[in-house]
């Protein structure tokens, strides 16, 4: 349940949604990121397998 925020709730509400939308920015930031470290990872691999 929610509980009764009083006048503040704009703040308090505010705040969750900043925090919320940031915790999704860094967490596809990180996605991303990790989707480009594999494709250069297995570029690499490729590469070695190539010399062999």
Known sequence: MMPDLGR???EVL???GVS???LAGTVGWYW???RA????LDA???R???KR
Do not use: F, G, I, P
């Open 8 to 10: 503040y709730a704009v």
């Open 48 to 50: 070695q397998e190539r």
């Open 44 to 46: 690499v691999e490729q």
């Open 20 to 22: 919320l939308v940031l």
């Open 14 to 16: 505010s705040a969750y």
């Open 32 to 34: 991303l990121r990790a």
């Open 37 to 40: 470290v594999r494709a250069q």
